[in-house]
């Protein structure tokens, strides 16, 4: 059993075919606390999706599911969360913002968070 780790899902969407709507789905079934942001107002199993930056505290994972020009305006946002990790999802790769992480000492991965819960490594 994977302890609770606080994460905040950048990119939530109410679309049921989208990964990061199966992303929410999995770790509020794994027992994760879930906040997440998204373009559109809505709710994912039963975790309401903030369209706005909400101030975030004691963060342990940020999963990505936005492209790398959309992440230029949530780079200061993220590093002020200082969470422990950012996850990138297939296709939110990104170098330019790997540097910033690293700069301020955040720990990054380019990873699936579905696969990651799926083989229990998240």
Do not use: W
């Not at 709507?21 to 994912?44: D, R």
Request: with cysteine.
């Amino acid at each position: 059993m994977t302890k609770n780790k606080k994460t905040l899902v950048l990119g939530a969407t109410t679309k049921p075919d989208r990964a990061a709507f199966k992303a929410v789905e999995m770790l509020v079934a794994k027992g994760h606390s879930v906040l997440a942001l998204g373009q559109n107002a809505g709710e994912v199993a039963g975790i309401k999706i903030n369209t706005k930056a909400i101030p975030v505290k004691n963060i342990d994972t940020i999963s990505l599911y936005i492209n790398p020009m959309r992440q230029r305006d949530y780079y200061n946002y993220i590093v002020d969360a200082k969470p422990k990790r950012v996850l990138f999802n297939p296709g939110t790769e990104n170098p330019e913002f790997y540097q910033l992480l690293e700069l301020n000492n955040i720990k990054y991965e380019a990873a699936c968070t579905l696969v990651l819960l799926t083989l229990n490594k998240y």
